[in-house]
């Protein structure tokens, strides 16, 4: 592979797996963003640009994206609407980025022949109770519950039905919750770094006893290579690390890092629909691929994720304004 067309690359994990390319391979990369709010040209500009090319342009216009995907040895698609919260909110935008877009990029993919990787979530699979001896394998059957995981849910069967029925050689993973830097003051532990930061306090939904099992960036992005190189072509591929943590017990340690009391958080209002706890078995990827992640220990990663973000205030903080506003004018 020479050239490969990564969509949604200014985005929080998409961002990730370029600079893995540019720092683990000597492809020529090509990101295909529409720079929405979730979008940062900062997290590539400090990438060589003889490496790295960004296309500003939306994956549902088939104009530019047919030729585009024509001019690369693969594609891996990250490109999403993909905030729950939002998606409670306006769910339109993720019908139409999530399917449509996904759609006309396999439109490309089968015109052209070209390779096709799909990043997909674990919330497709809906949710566990807390005490479900399982976790999420490859076999359990869909059953998403927000807008956003539903439309997540349609577009890997969508690449499903592209493959059995075109013959487009694709795969997919599914990966649990990610964490890392970059990662937009939206989403859960951005959110309740930055509240800290700037002297407020967390906010937990409902009672906090959610699970989510996290995965630091850098892991997904070896998974995503590992998948893009080795994978069977129609697999799917579970990506997860171990990492099961209720969101009080990672508020908690927020609080600790900072040596602030560990109670010194506000309950808000509860998600609607809010998914219990999400729980990965990545098995098929560790014994077949030979992939194992590389950040085990989650306080130290969590440690040098909440330094990045003290660091980088002049990045989140011209957004951070904003979010809170609408999260209060929620209640939460
Ligand atoms: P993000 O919101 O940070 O980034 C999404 C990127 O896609 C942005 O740069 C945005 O500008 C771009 N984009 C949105 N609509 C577009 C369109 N119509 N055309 C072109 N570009 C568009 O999201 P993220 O957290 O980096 O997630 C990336 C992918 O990984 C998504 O597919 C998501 O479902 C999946 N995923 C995320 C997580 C997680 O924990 N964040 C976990 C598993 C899977
Ligand atoms: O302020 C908050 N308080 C809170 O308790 C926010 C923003 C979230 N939460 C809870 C909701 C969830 O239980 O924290 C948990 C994590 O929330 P998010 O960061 O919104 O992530 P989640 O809804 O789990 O989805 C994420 O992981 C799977 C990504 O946003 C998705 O793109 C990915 O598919």
């Known amino acids: 592979m020479r050239r490969i067309l990564v969509t949604g690359g200014a985005g929080f994990i998409g961002s990730n797996f370029v600079q893995y390319l540019v720092d683990h391979t000597d492809v020529a990369v090509t990101v295909l963003d529409k720079l929405t709010y979730a979008a940062s040209r900062e997290s590539l500009a400090a990438l060589p640009a003889d490496r790295v090319r960004l296309v500003v342009g939306d994956i549902a216009d088939a104009a530019v994206?047919?030729?585009l995907v024509g001019e690369h040895d693969a594609v891996v698609h990250y490109a999403a609407e993909s905030h729950n919260d939002n998606s409670l909110a306006d769910p339109s935008p993720f019908v139409q980025t999530n399917l449509v877009g996904t759609f006309t990029l396999l439109e490309a993919a089968r015109a052209t022949g070209v390779r096709f990787h799909h990043i997909s979530t674990d919330e497709v699979y809906?949710?566990?109770e807390l005490d479900d001896p399982e976790r999420f394998t490859e076999a359990t059957p869909y059953n998403p519950s927000s807008p956003y995981s539903s439309t997540k849910a349609g577009s890997d069967l969508l690449v499903r039905a592209w493959v059995r029925s075109f013959g487009v050689q694709a795969t997919i993973s599914n990966c649990s919750?990610?964490?890392?830097p970059w990662q937009h003051v939206e989403k859960f532990i951005p959110r309740q770094v930055t509240n800290v930061i700037d002297g407020g306090r967390p906010k937990l939904y409902g009672a906090g006893q959610n699970v989510r099992d996290w995965i630091h960036a850098d892991d997904h992005s070896?998974?995503?290579w590992?998948?893009?190189n080795q994978g069977r072509?129609?697999?799917?591929y579970l990506i997860g690390?171990?990492?099961e943590l209720s969101n009080l017990d990672v508020v908690r340690m927020i609080l600790r890092h900072f040596g602030r009391p560990e109670d010194d958080f506000?309950?808000?209002t509860d998600r609607a629909g809010h998914d219990l706890r999400y729980a990965i078995d990545s098995t098929k990827l560790r014994t077949e691929l030979g992939w194992k992640p590389e950040y085990g220990d989650f306080a130290a990663g969590l440690a040098r994720t909440i330094e990045w973000y003290e660091q980088h205030r002049d990045w989140w903080g011209p957004h951070k304004a904003a979010v809170e506003a609408s999260y209060a004018a929620r209640g939460q």
Not at 177 to 180: A, I, K, T, V
């Open 65 to 67: 994206v047919t030729p």
């Open 126 to 128: 809906g949710d566990l």
């Open 177 to 180: 919750n990610n964490y890392g």
């Open 222 to 224: 070896s998974a995503v």
């Open 226 to 228: 590992t998948i893009l």
């Open 233 to 236: 072509i129609g697999e799917t």
């Open 241 to 243: 690390a171990d990492g």
């Open 266 to 268: 506000d309950h808000v």
